[in-house]
């Protein structure tokens, strides 16, 4: 059966999106094998469609109905190779992220274990540069092929050529809407040393083993974040800003105990959940939407919220968090609208000047 026949209309995208937004695809299609892409690909140009890509849909926005096809990746394949000094390790851009980093440590293959419980699929992991515990995608990830859209065929992009940065990378500029990602292969190196810098893993002995590191991020994740399946969410939706050394100075009088990161280019990160904490806005509500009580970076579906719900509270915590420190929030999560991704400010408009 040609896959161009297995498109259905007008599904409700309610369980393809972990805040649990009613939304609408037009088109819908499950991907299984890498071989339709290009069918499907001369379907959406003969049609003039606009497409996305889903995932795990863990990390979006659906802001209203979808009027084009939306590719549900369910790209399935691991495979292994090694040489002396380490794993090379390629899985299918629909496997589940957790249960493929699970794997890897069950399997003797460390490397990815900061990671685990991050929502999501493997295909999902480079767009974003996944990162959690002090590590990141770009630490792991060796190369990524997709099929191109203009070329018309599948390609292989190095890891340096990603362009990795903070939740960024080349797939949100230059090869955004260009491919669809059907591959990552990760590099694990065999001389593994466990990295435990990172705020609660600090107390564990430097002899750690992965499998143990893996068991106390799950343990420390699933005490702070709340559980998509139980409470709708797309984990932390606004970016940790960066604000120059000069402005940190200037806060740090004022707040000495914000937590603050050195980042590159004579910049600082500070944690937002820290400075939306300290507005007193967890539990704060909108309509179905809330800032969740244990965690504030993280907006939650609390009462068949809508999108609109979600937009009034990001606005109002940017609002606030602009106002008190200066500081513009950016949100992490990606914005949809009915034609793709949208910039998110062209949608919240920038915060006023103050009250
Ligand atoms: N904090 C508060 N109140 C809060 C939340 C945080 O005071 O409500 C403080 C914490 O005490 C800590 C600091 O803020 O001093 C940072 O908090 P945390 O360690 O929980 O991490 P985060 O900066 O909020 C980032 C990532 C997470 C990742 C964790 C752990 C971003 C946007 N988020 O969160 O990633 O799991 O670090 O590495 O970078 C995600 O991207 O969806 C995500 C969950």
Not at 156 to 180: G, N, T, W
Not at 207 to 222: G, L, N
Not at 252 to 281: E, F, H, V
């Amino acid at each position: 059966m040609s896959v161009v026949s297995a498109i259905k209309r007008d599904v409700d995208l309610t369980s393809y999106n972990t805040f649990g937004l009613a939304a609408k695809a037009k088109y819908f299609v499950e991907l299984t094998n890498s071989n339709d892409i290009g069918e499907l690909v001369s379907w959406i140009r003969a049609e003039q469609l606009p497409w996305m890509v889903i995932g795990g849909g863990s990390n979006l926005l659906l802001l209203e109905d979808f009027a084009g096809l939306v590719v549900l990746n369910q790209l399935r394949g691991i495979e292994v190779s090694e040489t002396a000094d380490s794993y090379s390790i390629r899985a299918a851009a629909g496997e589940d992220w957790h249960k493929f980093v699970k794997w890897t440590v069950e399997q003797g293959m460390p490397g990815l274990e900061n990671l685990a419980l991050i929502p999501g699929t493997v295909g999902a992991s480079p767009v974003q540069n996944i990162g959690a515990y002090g590590v990141e995608l770009a630490d792991v990830c060796s190369e990524v092929e997709y099929y191109s859209i203009h070329s018309n065929r599948t390609q292989v992009i190095s890891s340096e050529d990603c362009q990795f940065a903070y939740r960024d990378s080349i797939f949100k500029s230059a090869l955004k809407d260009q491919v669809i990602i059907s591959h990552v292969t990760f590099k694990l190196n065999k001389s593994w040393q466990a990295k435990c810098e990172y705020g609660g893993l600090k107390q564990l002995e430097a002899d750690i083993s992965a499998q143990t590191i893996f068991d106390e991020v799950c343990k420390m994740r699933i005490s702070k974040l709340p559980d998509p399946q139980v409470l709708g969410n797309a984990g932390s939706f606004f970016k940790n800003p960066l604000v120059s050394n000069e402005q940190l100075a200037k806060l740090l009088c004022r707040y000495p105990d914000m937590p603050n990161y050195s980042a590159t280019n004579g910049l600082s990160k500070l944690a937002a959940g820290w400075l939306i904490d300290q507005l007193g806005l967890k539990g704060y509500t909108v309509g179905g939407a809330a800032v969740h009580q244990d965690q504030a970076l993280v907006l939650v579906n609390i009462a068949n919220a809508k999108a609109i719900d979600l937009l009034a509270l990001c606005r109002h915590i940017r609002q606030q968090v602009w106002q008190r420190f200066d500081v513009l929030l950016q949100p992490e999560v990606r914005f949809i609208n009915s034609i793709g991704e949208v910039e998110p400010t062209l949608v919240l408009g920038m915060p006023d000047a103050g009250e």
